[in-house]
């Protein structure tokens, strides 16, 4: 229940571009697209691609917008809630499995703290999260389906009835339930890694101390009491048959996912990962260090959570003597170092805490590996969603200190533990409900987001943008401001605030910095086509045009460049040209409602009226709900002549946009002409009660009343 408060939010950030804007996720685009189109919806082959693979999730978002009705987040966020909540019980069996022998009551604590964490919120509460979950899901499925494969191999402990066939069933599931976590999202390849430790650890009680012995010893002693070479081979046989396959599917699935890249990696720039693009590599090393650190202190004390870690957020360590954050890994890789050292090289037999405490370093470490840059690049500095699998592996590492605590201590300090650990759960229970409401929308979220990372460029652009949508200028203007100080090659940032400077006509340092902007990123088309919007109201309309062939030619289906171009053309009255290209702009976006409306607008002025109608019910058939086009629509009729018709469709756009002056206006004038002069003075009377300024209304208003007058008096 700690993220039931989510589930009334929006789409917030990542949501916007993985679920709003991918067309993948409608159920009116080929389903087959999600196959070949990475998680934001770009196809795979594509430059421009995250090369994020993972179709299955995406599927399940095509089933919430199918069984949603459309984009309705509430059954999004529903969804996710449930899915941690299953993924919770599950850690159930699986903990039990991890902690060696059965212990309910240690898996139900862990497993509490596992649903309770808030780590997890970003997972949980960020719709976009559900990739973590479905892929968490799978693997423990998986995982548990190995131990199933274990427990019915021929030499495994405790098993008196060995039954081969059954084992390699479970294997074999073990390796589908494998694929299908990865496909999820990737990083749910590394059950593999945590299937083999749990093998030679936890199963099998190897240790290299053991391997290392001439003649092994085990619980195997009274099965046979002098180990020949053959008995030896017929213990290690079913562990090296597994861990074949293991290694088998590994390489299998690494292959075909590369492959569906396109054999290409992802490109990231310097900004998303700063550590990894640093050329000295003692740099490298000792950020990369503070940052694993740093994410095992997130899980140890969730209170510095962030939406987004990137740009500015972690300076790099450049020398471990002038920064004290070099030191601060130290203890991390310590403690870890040691309780390896000792599980590799304690002798005679590891302890079975040696053993619980060795696989739940396991779970918590090798899941966290694809995101530690050892063997690839990836595009985030921290991602607190990618701990959502590894927490459970420190949730055993907590639960097993606990253990250990009880068994120092007298029984009322017992149970003193006890509470002690129920209060720890209500707290973090608490800090999970709270980060999860910040989830709600966008404006708590980022926000939220500028207290933890002050130094990130990226948070302070999402504070603008966001305040920009609700109307907040002068903090937007801040905020954008503050980005480009923070990172002074935002070209984004540079683009937006441009925007906003033009709309309040200070064009000179709008055209400053999105030539910056368009200097910075050659191939910025959204950043050449503002720059055209921009030398157009300052009617340097040659420049103009060139700055939106540009933004075509680096982005030739640009709905929005077109229609900016079509309306360069009609300001120098070049209607043919502004007729074509507002068709480009509608043939590429038939629900482009600017561009429909420009072009109806245009050809009534220019006499053009019936085919001002006839594009004018096109245009209905992609956008029924317009107002604008009804408005038009409803222009044109009357214009023809036809004003029973013309009537029909100002009134749609009434309805549709009530409080609109210049509509109900319009229905005046087609009252006025139509002589339902009453109508006319009470549909004028609307307007200005509207729009007091609307001067064309006051002077419509006083030849109405002056014809209902002489009618009056006549």
Known sequence: ??????????????????????????????????????????????????????????????????????????????????LHAFVSVLMLPVLERLFLTPSPRASLLAALLFAVHPIHAEAVAGIVGRADLLCALFFMLSFLAYCKAVDRSSFTIGQSLPDPPMSNLWLFISIILCSISMFCKEQGITVIGLCSI???????????????????????????????????LQRWHPILVRHLLLLITGITLLLLRWKVMASTPPVFHS????????????????????????????LLCPEWLCFDWSMGSIPLITSPSSDPRALLALPFF??????????????????????????????????????????????????????????????????LGLVHLSNKVTPSQKSLLVVMYMCLLM???????????????????????????????????????NAADRGDRSMALYHYREAIRLHPDYDQAMNNLANLLKDSGAL??????????????????????????????????????????????????????????????????????????WRNATGLRPTHSGAWSNMIAMLDSIGKISRAEEVAREALQYLPEDPAIHFHLGNALGKRGHYANAELHFMRAINLKPTHAPYHFNLGVLYHHWKKYEKAETTYLKALDLDPNLLSAHKSLDMVRKKLNEIASG
């Open 427 to 465: 707290v973090l229970g608490i800090r999970s409900v709270i980060r999860s409401g910040q989830w709600r929308n966008e404006e708590s979220l980022f926000i939220s987001g500028l207290r933890v990372c002050p130094l990130n460029a990226k948070v302070h652009y999402n504070v603008a943008r």
């Open 508 to 581: 000179i340092e709008a055209e400053s910095l999105l030539r910056r902007a368009v200097t910075l990123r050659h191939d910025f088309a959204a950043g050449w086509m503002n720059l055209g919007v921009v030398l157009a109201a300052q009617k340097r309309h040659l420049e103009s045009e060139q700055s939106y062939m540009t933004a075509l030619k680096h982005r030739r289906n640009y709905a929005d460049c077109y229609y900016n171009l079509g309306n360069l053309y009609v300001d120098q009255h070049r209607y043919e040209l502004a007729y074509g290209a």
């Open 271 to 298: 900004v998303d990962n700063p550590a990894s693009f640093a050329e000295n590599f003692s740099t490298k090393v000792l950020t990369h260090g503070y940052i694993w650190a740093l994410n095992g202190w997130l």
């Open 334 to 399: 310590g403690f870890i170092f040691i309780v390896l050292g000792s599980q590799a090289f304690l002798h005679p037999q590891p302890s079975h805490s040696n053993r619980v405490l060795a696989m739940g370093l396991a779970l918590l470490s090798v899941p966290f590996l694809p995101a530690t840059n050892l063997f690839f690049r990836v595009g985030f500095v921290i991602a607190e969603r990618v701990l959502y699998i590894p927490s459970a592996g420190y949730c055993i590492i907590v639960v």
């Open 1 to 82: 229940m700690t993220y039931a408060n989510s589930l009334d939010g929006n789409f917030v950030f990542d949501d916007s571009e993985a679920i709003v804007k991918n067309k993948d996720v409608r159920t009116e685009t080929p389903v087959w697209n999600v196959f070949t189109n990475d998680f934001w919806g770009t196809p795979l082959t594509s430059n421009n691609s995250h090369k994020s693979y993972r179709p299955l999730t995406v599927l399940t978002f095509r089933w919430n917008y199918m069984m949603s009705g459309g984009l309705k987040p509430f059954g999004f966020r529903l969804v996710n809630v449930l």
């Open 198 to 232: 749990y093998d030679v650890i936890g199963a099998s009680q190897l240790d290299l101390a053991t391997v290392l012995e001439k003649n092994l010893k085990g619980k195997y002693g009274t099965l046979y009491p002098k180990r020949t070479p053959q008995m030896r």
